[in-house]
């Protein structure tokens, strides 16, 4: 017999970081009802200490799901799954050497249902619309949570709605209509794609799945924390470089690394947060460096890593205090270095990189040049999606690499 409520009795409250209050879940919630910022899950650590050991996690399989008693759903709740999560942690030792630091890995998110990072929280997501009673979701997207959203939708058998740009790589908008989802293109960024949604899927009706518009996205990519700190036997890296969009991924690992401290399961000091942008569309980066406790948005966003085009984060004010309270930092890269560590990770290493992950590489370069990485340093970075659906920037990187090796005209 299932319990009374779908989520985990040990999920005490919805919180709110930015005016301090709480809600529970007793009718669904997006964002706060007071300021209409995030929210975030609140557990009842000592509870989940008492009941779950992190020697014991095996026992639950290999995927995010392993990490249930940190989730939100009751432990009988039936989730839809595909296989989200339990991606490796591979070494990167040529690079390492090429670099410069005593430890190099990468978290190698391709391995996800549709190929992306994304699965991890739009999995939460759209197990949170049911667990409401939601039949119907959307969500504005760049590519890959269109993808992701499509995918958990068409397997809980609802509706989706998913507005993107109109310059939104092809292989991303076959995939989702492939998948079920209703797809519309809209001239302009991802902003511009939110605004368009809006009207064409009302909140009376359709339940928005963008990122931080719902409290569960942030709890599926948080299992990329905990993750990382499993499979480096809990003894996390000093510094994690990730690809900054609307940031859930560095939020969701800031929380899961402040979750382990509390449930004794790691050591402090937690890793130095790295948020990596593109040099055409880096707010945060900018807020960063003016000492701003939140971004401005970006005007006129331009980059070929369509995840990192997104010119005004929802979440700006949490990315900024996860930056800062890990003593991390923020980079901007140029889409020339993003391209040439996008192939510097296929050809040295064997990992065919979508530029997110090139930009990754990039900034711990910049970083590791200037001495902000020392030469001790354990570093993970991110590739946080498939090359595949990338071909106009694998074009351009190989066309750049021809040319560095003096090939132009062959």
């Known amino acids: 017999m299932m319990s009374a409520s779908p989520f985990n009795p040990a999920l005490e409250c919805l919180e709110c970081p930015a005016c301090g209050g709480s809600t529970d879940l007793s009718a669904p919630r997006g964002t706060c009802p007071a300021c209409a910022r995030p929210l975030i899950a609140r557990y009842d650590l000592a509870r989940v200490a008492g009941a779950v050991a992190r020697e014991g996690l095996g026992r639950h399989g290999t995927d995010l799901w392993r990490y249930r008693a940190v989730l939100p759903f009751a432990p009988d709740f039936p989730a839809v799954r595909l296989g989200e999560g339990g991606t490796p942690l591979l070494p990167l030792p040529r690079l390492a050497r090429e670099i410069g630091v ?4 990468l978290k190698e998110e391709a391995g996800n249902p549709t190929q992306s990072f994304k699965a991890r929280g739009l999995a939460l997501a759209v197990n949170g619309a049911i667990a409401f009673g939601k039949r119907r979701i959307a969500l504005p997207s760049a590519g890959n949570a269109g993808s992701a959203a499509a995918a958990y939708a068409a397997a809980a058998g609802i509706a989706c709605r998913i507005a993107v740009p109109e310059d939104t790589p092809e292989a991303f908008v076959l995939e989702a209509r492939g998948l079920g989802a209703e797809v519309r293109l809209v001239p302009g960024t991802i902003a511009d794609a939110g605004r368009a949604l809006s009207e064409w899927a009302p909140a009376a009706e359709w339940w928005n799945v963008a990122t931080f518009k719902e409290p569960f996205r942030l709890e599926g990519k948080k299992t ?8 480096s036997a809990w003894r996390p890296p000093e510094v994690i470089f990730y690809p900054t969009g609307g ?15 509390e449930l004794g399961w790691i050591e402090p000091p937690l890793p130095r947060l790295v948020a990596v942008q593109a040099a055409g569309c880096a707010p945060v980066v ?11 948005p970006w005007e006129h966003a331009h980059t070929v890593a369509s995840g990192l085009r997104v010119p005004a984060p929802f979440a700006d004010a949490l990315i900024l205090r996860g930056i800062r309270e890990t003593a991390g930092t923020a980079v901007a890269v140029s889409e020339e270095d993003m391209v040439d560590a996008m192939s510097a990770l296929a050809e040295s290493e064997g990992c065919f990189a979508c530029p997110e992950g090139g930009a990754t590489l990039a900034a711990l370069r910049r970083l590791r040049a200037s001495g902000e990485v020392g030469p001790q340093a354990r570093v993970v970075l991110f590739n946080t999606g498939s ?3 990338y071909l106009e920037a694998w074009r351009t990187a190989l066309a750049r690499r021809r040319v560095a090796a003096g090939e132009e005209g062959r």
């Open 102 to 105: 005593a430890e190099l890995w």
């Open 224 to 231: 990329l924390g905990y993750e990382i700190a499993e499979q």
């Open 247 to 261: 940031g859930t991924g560095l939020v969701g690992m800031w929380r899961a690394f402040l979750e382990m401290r």
């Open 286 to 296: 900018r807020a960063f460096d003016q000492g701003a406790e939140s971004a401005v």
């Open 387 to 389: 090359g595949l659906k």
